[in-house]
């Protein structure tokens, strides 16, 4: 079992690293389309290219296992509302006021959120990989605090406690994917939590045409919506699932705190965002907290011998996602 875990280690990380620089340039450009497309409009559509995108390769297996999804209901709605309906809607709504970096920072604070729910779950995090995860949270704390919110002062805005929620609901999300049932594929589950997702926007989506009218469509309005419907949502979605399933939510929230890094690089080159010496020095922290938080030592096992993340992956092999998969 050690050897599986030590052997799904080296592609779980990379498919945890895929998603977080993905994810990345999500969060840039909600901040670029802030003041063209409202935000519910932009998490509806970013949705409906997602499931274009999507079908070709899991309509088919969704149609397969139908019956499994429609036992599995209540669970699969829970983790659409979470992972598709609120958390991307709570992003698009911080980027009216919040700057990108800012909300790469508070996101690296889902992790931490990951790793207790995984704790109070019986899992064992290990001395090392505790004390990654709280130098990498203490690097994003001194960023927040660094004066780089919404207000430009320091403090918290409007923007940043949308942010917060997000994060939270994150966390939330990526914890419940921990309990996929395992008759769920990766594919099936992921396409069914799009459907849903999307459907459950519907109303807000009517409201906010009513009340704010629609978009034009534009290079710089559909290539964005392009990219996070396409990259950030389809790819990233599905490779953040199989990195959990192979490695566990909590590793893979560590590789996830590589995101603020991420995040200031790219609003620095593309929307001018600056980053001072303080916040390299932050950034400092939070790179060593994943080196720290993601050692093959610190090892992972449930309480008492339970199922190991790397017994998840095996499940998981053929079918996409493992029922540990984070977009499950």
């Known amino acids: 079992m050690a050897r599986r875990t030590t052997a799904a280690l080296g592609p779980g990380l990379l498919l945890a690293a895929v998603a977080t620089v993905v994810w990345s340039g999500s969060f840039v450009t909600s901040r670029a389309l802030h003041d063209t497309v409202p935000p519910v409009q932009a ?30 209901l209540p669970y699969t709605t829970a983790a659409a509302l979470l992972g598709v309906t609120v958390y991307n809607t709570l992003v698009n709504q911080a980027g009216l006021t919040t700057p990108a970096a800012t909300m790469g920072m508070v996101m690296a604070a889902a992790p931490v959120l990951m790793a207790l729910y995984e704790r109070l779950g019986g899992a064992r995090l290990g001395p090392r990989r505790a004390l990654g995860m709280l130098t990498a949270f203490a690097g994003v704390l001194l960023l927040v605090g660094s004066g780089a919110g919404a207000a430009g002062a320091g403090g918290l805005g409007t923007g940043d406690l ?24 990766g594919l099936a589950f992921l396409f069914a939590t799009f ?8 109303p807000a ?5 009513a009340l704010q009218g629609g978009f034009t469509p534009s290079t710089g309005t559909v290539g964005p919506l392009v ?18 399933a192979l490695v566990g939510a909590a590793r893979a929230g560590a590789v996830y705190y590589l995101q603020p890094v991420c995040v200031a690089l790219l609003s620095w080159a593309l929307l001018g965002e600056a980053m001072g010496v303080r916040e390299m020095l932050c950034l400092g922290l939070i790179l060593g907290g994943v080196v720290l938080g993601t050692a093959a030592g610190g090892g992972q096992t449930a309480a008492g011998g339970g199922r190991t993340a790397a017994g ?9 996602p493992g029922p540990g998969g984070r977009p499950r």
């Open 195 to 202: 459907v849903l997702g999307t459907l459950m926007l519907l």
């Open 205 to 209: 989506y009517a409201a906010s045409l």
């Open 227 to 244: 990219y996070v419907g396409v990259l950030s949502s389809a790819l990233a979605f599905f490779a953040w699932n199989k990195a959990i």
């Open 312 to 320: 998840r992956g095996r499940a998981a092999a053929g079918g996409g």
């Open 162 to 185: 949308w942010i917060c929620a997000a994060a939270v609901c994150f966390a939330s999300y990526s914890a419940l994917l921990r309990r996929r049932p395992a008759e769920l594929g």
């Open 43 to 72: 998490a509806f559509w970013r949705w409906i290219v997602a499931l274009i995108a999507l079908a070709p390769f899991a309509a088919r297996a969704a149609w397969r296992e139908r019956h499994a999804l429609r036992r599995h």
